[in-house]
């Protein structure tokens, strides 16, 4: 419990830090790291699969995608953020700790558990047996992702010929 | 078990808070997207955290699996959209994208 704590502290600051950060690249390692404890916390969970596409989907490809973007787009000029909203952060931040905290043990009182009874089976059938549908949908969200992506970077005719 | 669950999301809602702030007041549009990511792992941590408490793990990692495919299709388009707009404008500010002709 308590790596786990630690782990889901990790995962809270490194996603302030990425926020936090005026260089855009430290922004994006910061977010990478934050996935890297996030990962470990679903291998924790028991959801090794999660954990994988965690790590390897969220904290290696998509960060690759923001760096690659950032490259891109170096030399934009600075655009400058109102100070006022980096100090006022941690002050919202632990304001919205402590309501978040109250709420939280409020409702530990009032809402109950739901029922629930232990999943069977592996899952490799709960992926592919009680999910089917679903799994035709991501192919068709992958697809989307893909086109508009080829789509965004088409040249027209004239750009072609030359 | 219960108090486990609340647990987990305390800290799924503090992570939605940090991507909402950002997205509430910053101006460049890869921090922006970053706060996204940052929402996105509120959610997908509030799903595996109640999947793993409820017993019901391989339904809630299934549906994590799910929700992080969309997400890189989502980025991938989205920062796509953002290398374009910066092609035309020659910034990442998001207020320029207000002063639409027409």
Known sequence: ?????LLLCGLIIFSGLAIIFKDLLKAALSLAVASLCLGIIFFRLGAPYA?????SVVAGLITVLFILTIALTKKEREIKEANLTRIAFPLFFIL???????????LLQKVPALPSEPEAGIF??????QRTFDLVAQIGVILAGVLAVLALFRKKEDEKDE | MSN???F?????AVLIFIGIYCLLTMHNLIRLFIAVEIISKGVSLALVATGAVKKSVLLA???AITYIVVEVSLVATALAIIINIYKKNKSLDVRLLSKLKG
């Open chain 1, 1 to 5: 419990m308590v790596i786990q704590t």
């Open chain 1, 51 to 55: 954990g994988v596409f965690e790590i």
């Open chain 1, 96 to 106: 919205f700790l402590i309501i978040d905290g109250l709420v939280m043990k409020s």
């Open chain 1, 124 to 129: 490799g059938e709960v992926l592919w047996k």
């Open chain 2, 4 to 6: 486990l669950w609340f």
């Open chain 2, 8 to 12: 987990y999301l305390f800290f799924s």
């Open chain 2, 61 to 63: 990692q299934s549906l």
